[in-house]
């Protein structure tokens, strides 16, 4: 079965500090994976996606940026962050194709940028 | 571009009620349509995903219907329990491999 990684759970940072967030997929090939932002009181703003390795495209300009170095690894980055940046993050995967099939969800970050 | 409604934001029932979330979408150029279930501070958790070529999908206590032509779907509680209390989100999937959400439904089922 398949199964998605997400870590950390939750993470402080200054404001200026670098950002790494990491999800990982097993048991599915070649999957779409996703990268979205979930602020108190708003619904899910989709950051970045990828179809296949060193391909993503980017819904939002902003100081984040994401990576895809391996087939079921995605990266969530940033070189300073900012305040605005504090949020709640998930990481999701679906199978790929035409038709969009089901989409999966890690249990997120929360991140606070103080 | 697709934008997704969810009403109404909040839901308090008591228990054992039957109940209905509803969902709208400006587009009708989609591919399938999902309801997620999201507890406090965690990931979201699939209940039901309908392509776009169904009309319902049933699961235990949940049914989840799509009238793709009029832009909305229903998602149906049956004899709602406390472990209900959550925020129902629904995802409408496009093209480009995107979903879009709504902002949630809070539901609250009083013991």
């Known amino acids: 079965s398949q199964t998605i990684h997400q870590w950390p759970a939750t993470l402080v940072q200054p404001v200026g500090s670098p950002l790494s967030l990491e999800c990982t997929v097993e048991?599915?090939?070649?999957?779409?994976l996703y990268w979205y932002r979930q602020a108190a009181g708003r619904g899910l703003q989709l950051l970045f996606y990828s179809v296949g390795i060193g391909q993503i495209s980017s819904e939002v300009p902003q100081n984040l940026s994401a990576s895809r170095p391996q087939d079921r690894q995605f990266i969530l980055s940033s070189k300073k962050l900012l305040l605005s940046d504090s949020g709640f993050y998930l990481c999701?995967?679906?199978?790929?194709?035409?038709?969009?099939?089901?989409?999966?969800f890690g249990q997120g970050t929360r991140l606070t940028v103080v | 571009k697709q934008e997704v409604t969810q009403i109404p934001a909040a839901l308090s029932v008591p228990e054992g009620e039957n109940l209905v979330l509803n969902c709208s979408f400006t587009?009708?150029?989609?591919?399938?349509l999902q309801w997620f279930r999201q507890d406090p501070g965690k990931g979201l958790t699939s209940l039901l995903l309908?392509?776009?070529?169904?009309r319902e999908q049933t699961s235990g206590r949940l049914n989840a219907s799509l009238d793709k032509s009029s832009g909305r779907s229903t998602l149906y509680i049956a004899a709602s329990q406390p472990g209900d209390s959550a925020t129902y989100l629904c995802?409408?999937?496009?093209?480009?491999?995107?979903?879009?959400f709504g902002t949630g439904t809070s539901l609250t089922v009083i013991p």
């Open positions: 995802a409408v999937g496009g093209s480009g491999n995107q979903f879009y």
């Open positions: 587009d009708s150029a989609i591919y399938n």
């Open positions: 048991g599915t090939s070649n999957p779409n």
């Open positions: 309908i392509q776009s070529s169904q």
């Open positions: 999701a995967w679906s199978g790929t194709g035409v038709m969009n099939t089901e989409a999966f």
